[in-house]
């Protein structure tokens, strides 16, 4: 009898325990409400009206963005009854042309001058580690790009039905996927520098030759596809970084000698960036005609709804995915750090991207907000920045794989796990190649449907919305390639250290930080960090 009463003795003082246990973790919890709703109650009463005027004087460049977005969209659906032509569109949209020459006048120089200076400013070992470390950051982040893509389309599945329901617009030239990858290498070798400022290396296609060989007896006649020597306009960006990394490390390691040359190109890096200062005030009234022009342009809202309207929600959400959850985890895994405040930093970037559509006319802005606002070391930001914006295309490859499946599926065409495989590493490789120029996308898809044999001219199919993906794929780019710049500054802070204390720059002992490190940087304990860590670092 007494050992059964110890027995319940015994459950009710767990049960007692258990309570009391519940009861405090209850207190615990409110008690932390109630700071955080005292702390809160704090900020409102320490508002002031200088410190309002501050936070705009601060933030004014991104109010003024996207309030300019706002007012563009409005603006557009305002005018839209009124039917105009083509003409009256081009004349309404003329100030976001301004904005788009003003920006891409910049990017030549911006990119030759920034790749020189960062360069020249480390030595070879140091840009080593760091380029090794982009790079495998470019690859992980488009792998896993093109796997978010293909997921996303074999879920949703929007090319069930049949395509006759879709509407075609324009037409796509033929592509070689042979003839586009030794493109791709040419443009890396420009024979003439001067040229490769305004004209990239292109192979055109001669169809329907028609031999005829033989005796008055015998004629025989055939057919084949001749490829042609040619030049499209635009800047070649690859060979130009190519050549400007190459010419960097080349005036490093002249040390002295080389002197005039890197303060040469400093000087030149530093005017453009106060040429940015200044036309970034212009930008959200362009930004606002570009969104404005380019929604007025559609004949048609309602292509964006149905069989395309569900192609589009699988490419926003796909682009959603990689943009808002795994491009910040990456970042936070690695550097430890809070991301929504780098990219809270990025915003006026991100904006103009989505106003510009592409991510080499954002480039002049994104050094600005990377350097001023997120105080990320100019040597990386020189470094990381013109690649990733030449090379570094999360949101092209993510759509290049989604649209290829898409069209498989609107033709009933099934595809197996090989197909998805060659569709995966075709359109990593595409992305590369993928210069930040508008609707590169779907000049590059060509060679994605050609390696599985698909129909290049359903890409017509998709037309209609591509001007709405690309900003945002665009977006997603110039996103992927500023948190890159935030990873490798992270991984090269020992690399960058050393260098500044052979200068006689820092202090012996104190490590040198960037300033979100003290705003958010807090450890984890994760076991894993230390290994993806020696990974990156290799």
């Given amino acids: 009898m007494s050992?059964?009463?110890?027995?319940?003795s015994l459950f009710l003082n767990e049960d007692a325990a258990k309570r009391l246990s519940a009861e405090s973790r209850v207190q615990r919890l409110r008690q932390a409400v109630q700071k955080r709703a005292a702390r809160a109650k704090k900020r409102?009463?320490?508002?002031?009206?200088?410190?309002?005027?501050?936070?705009?004087r601060r933030n004014a460049f991104v109010l003024f963005t996207i309030a300019a977005v706002l007012l563009g969209i409005i603006l557009a659906f305002s005018l839209r009854p009124y039917?105009?032509?083509?003409?009256?569109?081009?004349?309404?949209?003329?100030?976001?042309?301004?904005?788009?020459?003003?920006?891409?006048?910049?990017?030549?120089?911006?990119?030759v001058s920034s790749l020189i200076t960062g360069m020249a400013s480390l030595d070879g070992r140091a840009s080593g580690k760091m380029g090794m470390r982009a790079v495998v950051y470019y690859m992980v982040t488009t792998i896993i790009a093109v796997f978010i893509g293909i997921l996303m389309v074999i879920i949703i599945h929007p090319g069930k039905g049949s395509k006759d329901k879709l509407h075609r617009e324009g037409r796509i030239e033929q592509v070689q996927t042979t003839d586009a990858f030794m493109d791709l290498v040419r443009n890396?070798?420009?024979?003439n520098l001067v040229e490769a400022c305004f004209k990239q290396n292109f192979t055109g296609i001669l169809e329907n030759i028609t031999h005829a060989l033989?005796?008055?007896?015998?004629?025989?006649?055939?057919?084949?596809?001749?490829?042609?020597?040619?030049?499209?306009?635009?800047?070649?960006?690859?060979?130009?970084?190519?050549?400007?990394?190459?010419?960097?490390?080349?005036?490093?390691s002249m040390k002295q000698k080389g002197r005039a040359l890197r303060e040469f190109f400093n000087c030149l890096n530093e005017a453009i960036m106060r040429l940015v200062a200044i036309i970034i005030w212009y930008a959200p009234v362009g930004i606002m005609f570009l969104i404005a022009g380019k929604i007025l342009e559609m004949d048609d809202l309602a292509v964006m709804g149905g069989q395309l309207g569900m192609?589009?929600?699988t490419v926003i959400v796909g682009l959603l995915i990689h943009a808002l959850c795994i491009l910040p985890l990456l970042y936070f895994i690695v550097t430890h750090r809070n991301p929504w405040v780098f990219i809270a930093g990025l915003l006026q970037a991100l904006i103009t991207a989505l106003g510009t559509s592409s991510s080499s006319a954002t480039l002049p802005i994104t050094f600005r907000c990377l350097e001023e606002n997120n105080g990320v070391d100019r040597r990386i930001t020189r470094f990381v920045l013109p690649v990733g914006a030449t090379i570094n295309m999360d949101g092209t490859a993510l759509y290049e794989a989604l649209a290829a499946i898409f069209i498989a599926q609107v033709n009933n065409y099934e595809l197996d796990f090989g197909q998805i495989i060659t569709i995966s590493i075709t359109a990593t490789a595409a992305s590369i190649g993928a210069a930040g120029i508008p609707q590169a996308g779907l000049v590059t898809m060509v060679i994605v449907l050609t390696s599985v044999g698909l129909p290049t001219e359903d890409i017509t199919l998709i037309i209609a919305v591509d001007w709405f993906l690309d900003r945002l794929r665009t977006t997603t780019n110039v996103l992927g390639d500023s948190l890159g710049a935030g990873i490798v500054e992270h991984l090269s802070r020992h690399e960058l250290d050393a260098q500044d204390c052979e200068l006689g720059n820092c202090e012996p002992g104190k490590e040198q930080l960037s300033h979100l490190d003290c705003e958010s940087s807090k450890p984890l304990k994760n076991s894993l960090y230390p290994l993806f860590i020696n990974f990156i670092s290799l």
């Fill in 44 to 56: 409102m009463h320490s508002i002031t009206a200088d410190s309002a005027k501050s936070f705009l």
């Fill in 188 to 191: 890396m070798f420009p024979p």
């Fill in 311 to 313: 192609y589009t929600l």
């Fill in 214 to 252: 033989g005796t008055i007896s015998e004629v025989l006649t055939f057919e084949e596809v001749i490829p042609i020597p040619g030049s499209a306009n635009g800047v070649n960006a690859l060979g130009l970084v190519v050549f400007s990394m190459c010419f960097g490390l080349v005036i490093g």
């Fill in 3 to 8: 050992e059964q009463s110890h027995v319940n």
């Fill in 83 to 111: 039917h105009l032509t083509y003409r009256q569109i081009k004349y309404f949209s003329f100030p976001g042309e301004l904005l788009m020459r003003m920006l891409q006048m910049l990017v030549l120089p911006l990119i």
